[in-house]
């Protein structure tokens, strides 16, 4: 399944899904979690996308990840793609602090 990129209008940013995290089982207190990752380096319009599964031990390609059922959704934002890092790092530091947020 292939979904739409999501557009910010107050900021002009479009985003892509890259990561989704899905769970088998009746509740979130038991069960199961699994990673879902679309294949980095492909064009976001690439057709049928390309993702893997990570299950414990077993990492194996996926054609349909459960979009629909996940329960957490990860998405990257296109208008910042190849900037540099200097640029990027800035927005893990509030205005005033000269150290990062994290290590």
Not at 5 to 11: A, G, I, R, V, Y
Not at 24 to 52: C, D, E, F, M, R
Not at 56 to 79: G, S
Not at 92 to 101: D, E, K, N
Request: aromatic share 8%.
């Amino acid at each position: 399944m292939t979904l739409p990129p999501l557009e910010d209008s107050t900021t002009c940013s479009t985003y892509h899904l890259t990561r989704l995290i899905s769970h088998n089982g009746k509740h979130t207190g038991s069960g199961h979690y699994v990673a879902h990752v679309l294949v980095p380096g492909q064009p976001p319009s690439s057709s049928p996308p390309q993702w893997i599964i990570f299950n414990d031990k077993k990492v194996a390609e996926l054609e349909h990840p459960p979009v629909k059922h996940a329960y957490l959704y990860l998405f990257q934002r296109t208008d910042t793609l190849g900037a540099s890092s200097s640029s990027s790092s800035s927005l893990l530091r509030p205005a005033g602090r000269r150290r990062p947020l994290y290590h």
